[in-house]
């Protein structure tokens, strides 16, 4: 492991002594926050893909809404996918992004 540098032992530090408070406001959050690190660690396989431009900027935002690295999300999502759980939110996204959604259910 490497060296620890001043920033981190100032963190380190400060969680030590207790003085660090948690953001997750609620007890979804905590799962949820749980689940992506998870999810991130427990990662074994490494797998290449092509994506378009266009939905490769779009993951990219969607993972900045959401506070999580893009490659994090897409696991996440493959994940829900398998497991049975993925739910369809409506995005905050731009129009471009509502306008594909609107085809998809009318096809």
């Given at each position: 492991?490497?060296?620890?540098?001043?920033?981190?032992?100032?963190?380190?530090?400060?969680?030590?002594?207790?003085?660090?408070?948690?953001?997750?406001?609620?007890?979804?959050?905590?799962?949820?926050?749980?689940?992506?690190?998870?999810?991130?660690?427990?990662?074994?396989?490494?797998?290449?893909?092509?994506?378009?431009?266009?939905?490769?900027?779009?993951?990219?935002?969607?993972?900045?809404?959401?506070?999580?690295?893009?490659?994090?999300?897409?696991?996440?999502?493959?994940h829900k996918?398998?497991?049975?759980?993925?739910?369809?939110?409506?995005?905050?996204?731009?129009?471009?992004?509502?306008?594909?959604?609107?085809?998809?259910?009318?096809?």
């Amino acid at each position: 492991m490497k060296a620890l540098d001043r920033y981190e032992k100032q963190v380190l530090s400060a969680f030590e002594a207790g003085k660090l408070k948690s953001t997750v406001t609620s007890e979804a959050s905590l799962r949820r926050y749980r689940e992506y690190a998870r999810a991130t660690l427990a990662k074994n396989k490494r797998v290449n893909i092509r994506l378009s431009t266009q939905d490769l900027s779009e993951i990219q935002t969607r993972a900045a809404e959401e506070g999580v690295p893009y490659q994090t999300l897409i696991s996440s999502v493959l994940h829900k996918f398998l497991v049975g759980r993925f739910v369809e939110k409506t995005s905050r996204l731009t129009t471009r992004s509502s306008a594909r959604a609107k085809r998809r259910r009318a096809a």
